[in-house]
């Protein structure tokens, strides 16, 4: 296995190591890209975490996660504030979903329709999470098992970086190590960590096919090194994690819709799975009613626990719910304020039967 770190680095046997130009110097502004506006920006809110780790578990179904082999994740669910019904963009497709994960804007909007190794010199033509937390000051970092996402690493916006020089790698345990390693010796404040096993699998012998099901299970061991890291660094618990993915599948495919032009919800629906500092714990978001979690809201729920602000405009909003002493249910009024008129029962009295059952 082969990593490439562009920019400067150094060779250790089949790694290129991490690179971190201009040392602990404050970040500058990332450049635009060519033909970008820069938007008119949210204020910035007061930080609720001083670090954010994006885990991006490719192709990864709600469902499956659930069935597979994967202890480090159910575990961190008692710590967390969830939904197995997030949703992602309409492409539903490797990268295009992920950048809007990190833009908060749909691809119509960031300008990567394509899902292959970017040309030089093509970056999203809005900034990521990543390149907003480096312009205020924070290191980041990039470290994914699929070589199409240099195109998340602008020159002079990122920090460390770790990407296969594979279209689609295995080593999701490699890629990990990489991640830790930086977390250890330089605890960067924002980073995505990108586990590309489980889509691979997926294409290969199938979604939910006992293969995926291993390969969930070795994501999730990837996903423990990382966390682990974090504690040793002493950094956990100012962190927000955010465990996600840029789409489901079925069969050996994925995409956005079906024949018949339904909509293929087994490709478009993923996991939202968030911890940190004041995030409510063992909670289901599925139980908010008014709430709908979209994987642009990854974008601005960093953005805002980062103390960064928020483009206007974007599609993204912060998920503030998952804030612990947040009200989520309204309070049912007393029965002498109701309006009969309107009020109604959500259960029908069963009847007394007549007649046998």
């Known amino acids: 296995m082969r990593w490439i770190i562009p920019g400067l680095g150094l060779l250790f046997g089949a790694y290129i190591g991490l690179s971190h130009p201009g040392a602990l110097a404050q970040a500058t502004a990332p450049a635009p890209a060519q033909g970008v506006v820069p938007a008119a920006t949210a204020p910035a809110t007061q930080a609720r975490a001083k670090h954010a780790v994006i885990f991006s578990i490719d ?3 709600p469902d499956v996660l659930l069935r597979a082999d994967t202890p480090i994740i159910h575990n961190l669910l008692k710590e967390a504030a969830f939904t197995f019904y997030a949703e992602t963009t309409d492409i539903a497709i490797t990268l295009p979903s992920h950048t809007s994960m990190l833009t908060g804007v749909k691809p119509a909007t960031h300008g990567i329709n394509f899902n292959s190794d970017p040309p030089d010199g093509v970056y999203p033509k809005v900034p990521t999470v990543l390149e907003i937390a480096h312009a205020h000051g924070l290191t980041t970092g990039v470290f994914s098992t699929k070589s199409k996402f240099t195109v998340f690493t602008r020159p002079n916006t990122i920090d460390y970086v770790a990407i296969s020089k594979e279209s689609s790698s295995a080593d999701d345990i490699g890629i990990a190590n990489k991640a830790a390693e930086a977390i250890k010796s330089h605890k960067p404040g924002a980073m995505l960590v990108h586990f590309g096993n489980n889509d691979r699998t997926g294409h290969a012998k199938g979604w939910d096919s006992p293969e995926q099901l291993e390969a969930l299970a070795g994501a999730d061991k990837s996903v423990g090194i990382v966390l682990q890291a974090l504690k040793d660094a002493g950094i956990y618990n ?3 994690i955010i465990i996600s ?9 994925h995409g956005d819709k079906l024949q018949n032009g339904e909509k293929d919800w087994r490709s478009r629906y993923i996991p939202w799975i968030a911890v940190g500092p ?11 009613r008014s709430l709908a979690i979209h994987t642009e809201d990854t974008f601005a729920t960093a953005c805002y626990f980062l103390g960064l ?14 804030i612990a002493n947040r009200n989520l249910v309204m309070p049912v009024p007393p029965a002498s304020a109701r309006n009969p008129a309107t009020t109604r029962n959500l259960v029908t009295p069963i009847q007394p039967a007549t007649t046998p059952r």
Do not use: E, F
């Open 245 to 253: 993915a840029d789409h489901g599948g079925s069969g050996t495919n």
């Open 309 to 322: 602000p928020i483009p206007a405009g974007i599609d993204g909003k912060p998920v503030t719910q998952i």
């Open 59 to 61: 192709g990864c179904r």
């Open 278 to 288: 004041g995030v409510r714990k063992n909670y289901d978001l599925t139980n908010v």
């Open 238 to 240: 100012d962190t927000l």
